[in-house]
């Protein structure tokens, strides 16, 4: 469960590899890692970006500068400071930079251009002083603010136009907040008759509001579950269903008119509280067992000792400086043959753009989209839930890594910036980029005495997203043959169901527990540009054939590629086959390989992967078109720049961005083509779930590969090799230079970081601002 309101989740995020924080972290990295052994003293080597990066966040100026803009009396919007705001009153939500439009930014980046695209702010507003509270979207700018700067509404990227009112039906959250206290103490009877638990005891009945709401003939409803009090430090409340549940009805913004409508307890609906208590003076009722927070479901050390655990486990460690280099002011990276920009955007977190491999761009933009998990159960609350992540924001949920677990000791660490409503933040360390041997060559052969093998080098970049109950740790893979590998990891509290008459819906997996059935459906943005931006897709089946041949009498039954090109949008949803018969490449096919092959760039399942069992789920409506299907291939729009909204499940029959008018029959024939591609799982909760779900298992990846697109190997240029030949004399070993490592000293700020140093995140501007602090920090 998510226990927070949709429209009030509202922040901006960006990367500061450039800000002083991040370069503060990079000089201390640097100079614990100078001196840890007198062999090895070094500095985080060095880059220069070949050009400014156009998707870096506001700066903390151009924040300050738009919000006081927006507050202003010439935007007219009669905006109060978020601090001081009622649900009755017109706030902020969110401001991030406005990406720019990728033909603009090409014109710029390819020289026809010799400036760079005009910048501009994002903004989300809430009108609240209305009985039809509403968000919409405005867009500010050109940045620097002056005065020639406007606050104009802004529907371009959304398939609604007009003005792309969003309506807001869960405004209230003060008096939701009291309502639901009331219905606590109005029930108490029950409660303690069923579980000896009142409001007293910190009896809990969460607002579920991430779920979309029932809105029925104007009519709103809302269902709630009991849940036991939590008795612990740990996030135990997700584990705590008691099988009781309550639907409102909280139609409009009077809370005298809002009513209770009905109880829900065994899979026995009940009209009326006083109902519910005539069903349980009766002595057929049967009283169900609840549960408690315990010690199975403490995410903390219990268990048998595992034999040694208590001893140094292996660790990876980095004897001598990184074998990558940053541009800290620009959020450029570059790694043996790529090289690549870094943001992390408030809508989609972290991102890459402008991924080049060997020189040439084969990434215009790679990056998640949108995270779905939509519920199943017997009951109205599991029944009817579906989290639309990116409503929260990506950016924003980013958490500070922990040096040594979530990434290697040795890793570089940069800081990301967010805005929530008027008030920036920065997170420590919130990405991380390090090398890491993958523990298996890239290659391997032996023969004849004889044998090669070379290591399998991969250079890392990832995030973590804590959002409500689950960890989503997000990572990208560059590797020695050019491949490079997306995944996303799931860990944390399961969001979990009452077990009575749950069968059909999940395993028990505690006394009072079902581990409720789910669906994650991860989906990210690939815009690949092969060869330049005109490419098409290639399809290739491997088919059963019987064939006849010249040199044979009769036929014989073999296999077939059958090579063809998906012509237009239309058959452009795309699932994976069975037994992984087809294969899917972008490629160009005016630009043919010395072979007359064409060149391009394959997208393959890594590890599993998923879309919506659900295909018409009462609960998206016309918002989750994105998640129907494994693979789409659409042409790149400037208008169609993102699968998903923000807002999408505050408007689930006419979302902002439905992805099904995105297909339109446009052709996929030369030109700039866009692949989106889900990820994810069909999670079943089981007893290993508890108390929390493991990374192991709840891990889904997609390979982005060449694809006819090289002449060879590259990792064969790679000096991490070695070939051995064994003969009577011994075994001879041939290398081709690469240095063997030196160090005398293991760097301990490597193998045991000190975590004293983890601390989150840091507020450093808060609306209304101090105008007589230089750098504006209170």
Not at 299 to 314: Q, V
Not at 613 to 633: E, G
């Amino acid at each position: 469960m998510r226990f927070t309101s949709l429209f009030l989740a509202s922040f901006v995020s960006k990367a500061v590899l450039g800000n002083p924080l991040l370069r503060q972290s990079l000089q201390a990295k640097s100079a614990a890692q100078k001196g840890s052994c007198s062999s090895c003293s070094y500095e985080q080597p060095t880059t220069v970006a070949p050009y400014k990066n156009i998707w870096q966040g506001l700066t903390d100026k151009e924040a300050v500068d738009v919000i006081e803009l927006l507050h202003s009396d010439a935007a007219g919007l009669n905006l109060t400071a978020a601090a001081n705001a009622t649900d009755w009153d017109n706030i902020i939500l969110s401001v991030e930079l406005m990406l720019p439009n990728k033909t603009d930014v090409l014109q710029y980046i390819t020289g026809n251009s010799t400036t760079s695209p005009t910048r501009h702010a994002r903004a989300f507003l809430m009108f609240g002083a209305t009985e039809k509270p509403y968000v919409r979207e405005y867009i500010v700018g050109p940045l620097p603010i002056t005065n020639q700067s406007t606050v104009s509404p802004y529907a371009f990227r959304t398939t609604k136009g007009g003005d792309a009112k969003i309506p807001i039906i869960n405004a209230d959250q003060t008096a939701y907040a009291e309502f639901t206290a009331n219905i606590i103490k109005e029930a108490e009877d029950v409660t303690k008759f069923l579980w000896n638990l009142t409001a007293a005891d910190k009896i809990q009945l969460p607002l579920a509001f991430m779920a979309p709401l029932t809105v029925s003939d104007n009519e709103v409803y809302q269902w709630q579950s009991f849940i036991a009090p939590t008795t612990s430090i740990y996030e135990t409340v997700y584990l705590m269903p008691l099988g009781l549940y309550v639907r409102s009805d909280i139609t409009g913004r009077d809370p005298s008119k809002w009513k209770m409508t009905g109880w829900v307890y065994n899979d026995i609906f009940y009209p009326s509280l006083d109902d519910l208590r005539a069903a349980i003076k009766d002595p057929k009722f049967k009283k169900l067992s609840g549960t408690s927070d315990e010690e199975w479901a403490r995410n903390n050390h219990h268990g048998e000792p595992l034999k040694f655990d208590e001893m140094p486990p292996p660790v990876t460690i980095q004897q001598g400086p990184p074998r990558f280099t940053v541009d800290a002011e620009e959020e450029y990276v570059e790694w043996m043959d790529f090289s690549f920009y870094v943001t992390a955007a408030r809508q989609n977190g972290l991102r890459l753009y402008d991924v080049k491999y060997k020189g040439k761009r084969i990434l215009y933009e790679l990056g998640l989209d949108e995270a779905i998990a939509h519920y199943a159960g017997i009951d109205p609350v599991q029944s009817g839930t579906i989290y639309f992540d990116s409503g929260s924001g990506f950016g924003p949920t980013i958490v500070s890594l922990v040096r040594g677990y979530d990434c290697p000791g040795y890793a570089t660490f940069l800081n990301t910036t967010q805005t929530t409503k008027e008030t920036t933040r920065t997170q420590k360390d919130g990405i991380c980029l390090f090398e890491i041997d993958k523990g298996y060559p890239i290659q391997r052969h032996g023969w004849a005495g004889h044998t090669g093998v070379t290591k399998n080098i991969a250079l890392t970049v990832r995030a973590v997203y804590t959002i409500g109950n689950y960890d989503y740790m997000t990572t990208y893979e560059f590797y020695l043959d050019g491949s490079i590998e997306v995944s996303v990891r799931a860990s944390g509290y399961i969001s979990s169901a009452f077990y009575a008459n749950n069968e059909d819906y999940g395993f028990k997996i505690h006394d009072s527990l079902s581990g409720s059935l789910h669906d994650h459906v991860i989906t990210f943005k690939a815009d690949l540009d092969v060869l330049g931006t005109e490419n098409s897709l290639q399809k290739i089946e491997i088919v059963p054939s019987t064939e006849k041949y010249v040199w044979l009498n009769g036929t014989r039954n073999t296999m077939k590629a059958r090579k063809s090109f998906v012509a237009t949008e239309d058959d452009g949803k795309i699932n994976w086959s069975p037994n992984g018969a087809s294969m899917y490449a972008v490629v160009n096919k005016d630009k043919p390989n010395p072979y007359g092959e064409y060149p391009g760039w394959r997208i393959v399942p890594a590890s599993g992967v998923a879309y919506l069992t659900v295909q018409d789920s009462n609960i998206t409506k016309n918002s989750a078109h994105h998640t129907t299907h494994h693979l789409y291939v659409t042409k790149r729009k400037d208008s169609e720049d993102s699968a998903t909204h923000p807002y999408n499940s505050n408007a689930i029959n006419d979302p902002p961005i439905d992805f099904a008018k995105y297909f339109d029959g446009d052709s996929l024939d030369q030109q700039d083509l866009v692949v989106w591609f889900n990820l994810g799982m069909h999670h079943m909760p089981h007893t290993g779930d508890l108390p929390n779900t493991v990374f192991t298992t709840a891990h889904s990846a997609m390979l982005i590969e060449p694809f006819n697109y090289l002449t060879g190997d590259p990792s064969r240029a790679s000096k991490q090799q070695v070939q051995l030949a064994i003969s009577e004399n011994g075994t001879t070993i041939r290398t081709w230079g690469a240095q063997p490592a030196t160090c005398s000293t293991i760097n301990q700020e490597q193998v045991n970081p000190d975590l004293t140093t983890y601390t989150g995140g840091i507020s450093v501007l808060k609306y209304p601002f101090d105008k007589t602090s230089p750098d504006r920090v209170i």
